[in-house]
C-alpha cells in the first residue's frame, strides 16, 4: 500500500469517526436539554453524581485498553500473525470482562455505600443501580470497538454509539417522563425514580450496543476467515504487553475522572456544612470582600432570618438545600462540556499524524501539525467560551425552559463558560505530549490541578457568602494551571515547539469582540422582546446569530485559518477552495 493510499485509509476511518462523535453529541446534546428542564435541581444532582461514579469506573476499565487493544491487533495484522491476533483479543476480552464485572459489583451490591459516602448524597442510590448494567457491557463493547479499530475498521464503533445515543434519548427521556406524571408518592420519591429512568435508558442501550457488535464481530471473523501457521505468545505475555501500553494512557484519563469526583463529595459535603452552621445559628452577617454573589448573600440572610423567627422548628432542610444548589451547578456542568466534546474528533484527527511525523523524524512536520491542532482548538475553543461568559443566564434560561434559577446558574455558567477554554487548550496539549512520547508529565500536571481545585472549593464552598458558586472558580483554577504548565513542558521538552502568539492571538482577538457584540446585542433585542419566555428565546437566538456572524467574519478578515491547517483535516482542500484561503 502507498503512503497515499494509507494517508486515505486513515482519513477515511478518521472522517467516520468525527461524524459518528459529532452526531451522538448532539443526539446527547437533545438527551441533556429537556432532561434539565424536565428534572428538578435535586434530582438533576443525583443524576449528575450517579454519573460521575458511571464515568469513574468507566474510565479506569475503557480509557486505555482500547487503544491498547487497536494498537496489537494492527500489528499482527500487519506481520500476518493471525493467531496472535485473535488470541490477543481473546486476552482483551477476559481483561475487559473482569473491569466490567468488579465495576457492576461495586455499583450495585454496594450501591447505598456508593451514594452515601463517595458522592455524599443517599438518595441518588437509585441513580447509581440504574447505571450498574451499562457499565458491564460498555466494557464488553470496548474489546469488540478496539479489535474492529485494529482493522481501521470505524463503522461497528459509530454505529453502536449511535444505537446508545437513540436509546438514552427515547427510552430514557420517556421513562422520565412516564414516572414524572406518574402516581407514585411522595413527590420527593417520584423525582428521584425519575432521575434513575433517564439513566435506565443508557444501561438498555448499552446492552443493544454489546449484542450488535458481537454478531457483527461473529459475522466479520466469519467472512475474513484466514489461516496462518503463526504461534501466538502466551496469554500471560500477551496481557503483560497491553498493560505496559495501557497503563499510562488510563492513569492520565483516571486522575481527572478521580478529581471530578472527589469534587463532587466535596461540594456536596461543604454545602451541607453551610446549611448546617446556618441551622445552629453559627454564621452571622458582617460585611466581606467575599459579597460579590447576590444571589449567595440572598440565601445566607434568608436562611438566618427563618431560623430566628422560629429557631426550634429546624426549618432549614440542609440535605435538600445542599442538592438544590448542586442540581443547579450540575444542569450548567451539561453545557459546559460542548467545547470539551467537541476536541475530540479533533485529536482523533489529528494526533496520530504528530506520532507519524515523529516516527520519520520529521520535526517540522510535527511543528505544523501541533500549531495546527493548537489553532484549530483555539477557534473552536475561545468562541464557545467568550459566548457562555456573555451569554450565560439567557443561555441558560433558554436551555432549560426558564426551569432554573437564572441568578444562581448564569453566573455558575459564565465561570465555567473561562473555564471551558482551558479544558480544552489542556486536552489537546496532553495529545500533544503523548504523541511525542512524554507520557508521566501530564499525569503529574493534572494531580497538581486537581489539587488546586481541591483547595479552591474547599475554601470557597465553604464560606457561606460563595457556597455553589465556588465550585466553578475552582474548575476555572483548576484547568488554567493544568493547560499552562503543559504548554510551558511543550515549549521546553518538544523540539520546535509551536509558535503560541501565532497561534492564539488572531482566534482571541476575534472572540472578545464576538462576545462583547453577542452582549451588546442581547442587551439591545431584550428591551424590545422582554416580558414573555418565547420573547426573550427570540433575543437569547437573535443574540448567538449576532455572535456566530461576527466571529465567521473576522476569522476570514484576520486570516487565522491557513491552508496547510485546513488540509490536515477530512475534505480540506474542498473547504480551503469554497473559502478561497491560500
Known amino acids: 500500500m502507498s503512503s497515499q493510499e494509507k494517508r486515505n485509509t486513515f482519513y477515511g476511518a478518521a472522517a467516520i469517526l468525527t461524524v459518528t462523535t459529532i452526531l451522538v453529541k448532539i443526539i446527547g446534546a437533545i438527551y441533556k436539554i429537556p432532561l434539565t428542564a424536565l428534572l428538578t435541581e435535586e434530582a438533576f444532582g443525583d443524576f449528575n453524581g450517579a454519573y460521575n461514579i458511571y464515568n469513574f469506573f468507566l474510565t479506569i476499565s475503557t480509557a486505555g485498553l482500547p487503544v491498547a487493544l487497536s494498537k496489537t491487533v494492527s500489528e499482527s495484522n500487519t506481520l500476518g500473525r493471525y493467531?496472535?491476533?485473535?488470541?490477543?483479543?481473546?486476552?482483551?476480552?477476559?481483561?475487559?470482562?473482569?473491569?466490567?464485572?468488579?465495576?457492576?459489583?461495586?455499583?450495585?451490591?454496594?450501591?447505598?455505600?456508593?451514594?452515601?459516602?463517595?458522592?455524599?448524597?443517599?438518595?441518588?442510590?437509585?441513580?447509581?443501580l440504574a447505571l450498574a448494567p451499562a457499565v458491564l457491557c460498555t466494557c464488553c463493547c470496548s474489546a469488540f470497538r478496539g479489535y474492529a479499530q485494529g482493522h481501521l475498521n470505524m463503522v461497528p464503533t459509530g454505529i453502536s454509539?449511535?444505537?446508545?445515543?437513540?436509546?438514552?434519548?427515547?427510552?430514557?427521556?420517556?421513562?422520565?417522563?412516564?414516572?414524572?406524571?406518574?402516581?407514585?408518592?411522595?413527590?420527593?420519591t417520584?423525582?428521584?425514580?425519575?432521575?434513575?429512568?433517564?439513566?435506565?435508558?443508557?444501561?438498555?442501550?448499552?446492552?443493544?450496543?454489546?449484542?450488535?457488535?458481537?454478531?457483527?464481530?461473529?459475522?466479520?471473523?466469519?467472512?475474513?476467515?484466514?489461516?496462518?501457521?503463526?504461534?501466538?505468545?502466551?496469554?500471560?505475555?500477551?496481557?503483560?504487553?497491553?498493560?505496559r501500553l495501557a497503563i499510562p494512557i488510563t492513569l492520565s484519563s483516571c486522575t481527572?475522572?478521580?478529581?471530578?469526583?472527589?469534587?463532587?463529595?466535596?461540594?456536596n459535603s461543604q454545602l451541607q456544612s453551610v446549611f448546617s452552621a446556618i441551622q445552629d445559628g453559627l454564621t452571622g452577617i458582617t460585611n466581606s470582600f467575599l459579597d460579590i454573589f447576590p444571589k449567595s448573600v440572598a440565601i445566607l440572610q434568608e436562611n438566618i432570618a427563618a431560623l430566628a423567627a422560629d429557631p426550634q422548628s429546624g426549618i432549614v432542610p440542609i440535605l435538600d438545600s445542599a442538592r438544590s444548589l448542586y442540581g443547579t451547578y450540575s444542569k450548567t456542568m451539561s453545557i459546559y462540556n460542548l467545547p470539551f466534546n467537541l476536541m475530540i474528533p479533533l485529536t482523533a484527527c489529528i494526533v496520530p499524524a504528530v506520532s507519524a511525523c515523529i516516527a520519520k523524524r520529521d520535526r517540522l512536520g510535527s511543528k505544523r501539525i501541533a500549531e495546527s491542532a493548537m489553532r484549530m482548538a483555539a477557534?473552536?475553543?475561545?468562541?464557545?467560551?467568550?459566548?457562555?461568559?456573555?451569554?450565560?443566564?439567557?443561555?441558560?434560561?433558554?436551555?432549560?425552559?426558564?426551569?432554573?434559577?437564572?441568578?444562581?446558574?448564569?453566573?455558575?455558567?459564565?465561570?465555567?463558560?473561562?473555564?471551558?477554554?482551558?479544558?480544552?487548550?489542556?486536552?489537546?496539549?496532553?495529545?500533544?505530549?503523548?504523541?511525542?512520547?512524554?507520557?508521566?508529565?501530564?499525569?503529574?500536571?493534572?494531580?497538581?490541578?486537581?489539587?488546586?481545585?481541591?483547595?479552591?472549593?474547599?475554601?470557597?464552598?465553604?464560606?457561606?457568602?460563595?457556597?455553589?458558586?465556588?465550585?466553578?472558580?475552582?474548575?476555572?483554577?483548576?484547568?488554567?494551571?493544568?493547560?499552562?504548565?503543559?504548554?510551558?513542558?511543550?515549549?521546553?521538552?518538544?523540539?520546535?515547539?509551536?509558535?503560541?502568539?501565532?497561534?492564539?492571538?488572531?482566534?482571541?482577538?476575534?472572540?472578545?469582540?464576538?462576545?462583547?457584540?453577542?452582549?451588546?446585542?442581547?442587551?439591545?433585542?431584550?428591551?424590545?422582546?422582554?416580558?414573555?419566555?418565547?420573547?426573550?428565546?427570540?433575543?437569547?437566538?437573535?443574540?448567538?446569530?449576532?455572535?456566530?456572524?461576527?466571529?465567521?467574519?473576522?476569522v476570514l478578515a484576520l486570516r487565522v485559518l491557513?491552508?496547510?491547517?485546513?488540509?490536515?483535516?477530512?475534505?480540506?482542500?474542498?473547504?480551503?477552495?469554497?473559502?478561497?484561503?491560500?
Not at 493467531?83 to 466490567?100: D, I
Not at 450496543?209 to 500471560?236: C, G, Y
Open 190 to 243: 417520584r423525582e428521584r425514580l425519575s432521575a434513575a429512568g433517564a439513566l435506565l435508558g443508557v444501561s438498555v442501550g448499552s446492552v443493544l450496543s454489546v449484542l450488535f457488535l458481537f454478531f457483527n464481530h461473529v459475522r466479520t471473523k466469519r467472512r475474513l476467515a484466514q489461516r496462518s501457521e503463526d504461534r501466538p505468545d502466551r496469554s500471560k505475555t500477551i496481557l503483560s504487553h497491553l498493560l
Open 379 to 554: 477557534l473552536i475553543a475561545l468562541p464557545c467560551g467568550a459566548g457562555l461568559f456573555a451569554l450565560g443566564g439567557p443561555i441558560m434560561n433558554l436551555l432549560t425552559v426558564g426551569n432554573v434559577d437564572i441568578e444562581i446558574a448564569g453566573p455558575l455558567l459564565s465561570i465555567l463558560g473561562i473555564a471551558s477554554i482551558f479544558v480544552c487548550f489542556q486536552l489537546v496539549a496532553t495529545a500533544i505530549l503523548q504523541a511525542h512520547g512524554i507520557v508521566m508529565l501530564p499525569i503529574i500536571t493534572v494531580v497538581v490541578g486537581g489539587v488546586v481545585k481541591i483547595l479552591v472549593n474547599y475554601t470557597l464552598v465553604g464560606n457561606p457568602r460563595v457556597m455553589i458558586f465556588g465550585a466553578p472558580v475552582g474548575t476555572l483554577c483548576c484547568f488554567l494551571v493544568v493547560s499552562l504548565l503543559n504548554l510551558i513542558i511543550i515549549k521546553r521538552m518538544v523540539p520546535h515547539p509551536p509558535a503560541y502568539c501565532k497561534v492564539f492571538l488572531k482566534p482571541l482577538i476575534a472572540s472578545i469582540i464576538m462576545g462583547a457584540a453577542a452582549w451588546a446585542s442581547h442587551g439591545l433585542f431584550s428591551r424590545f422582546l422582554s416580558g414573555s419566555f418565547l420573547k426573550e428565546s427570540v433575543a437569547t437566538a437573535g443574540a448567538i446569530l449576532v455572535g456566530v456572524v461576527v466571529y465567521a467574519v473576522l
Open 83 to 128: 493467531n496472535q491476533k485473535e488470541r490477543v483479543f481473546r486476552v482483551a476480552f477476559c481483561a475487559f470482562l473482569f473491569m466490567g464485572v468488579f465495576s457492576f459489583i461495586c455499583m450495585s451490591v454496594f450501591s447505598q455505600f456508593v451514594a452515601t459516602y463517595v458522592i455524599k448524597n443517599q438518595k441518588a442510590v437509585y441513580c447509581v
Open 161 to 188: 454509539q449511535i444505537i446508545e445515543a437513540l436509546c438514552k434519548l427515547v427510552l430514557g427521556l420517556s421513562l422520565a417522563l412516564l414516572i414524572l406524571h406518574s402516581a407514585i408518592q411522595p413527590d420527593d
Open 562 to 582: 491557513s491552508r496547510e491547517d485546513l488540509v490536515l483535516m477530512p475534505k480540506g482542500e474542498k473547504i480551503a477552495k469554497i473559502l478561497r484561503i491560500s
Open 256 to 267: 481527572t475522572s478521580i478529581v471530578t469526583l472527589i469534587d463532587t463529595n466535596l461540594v
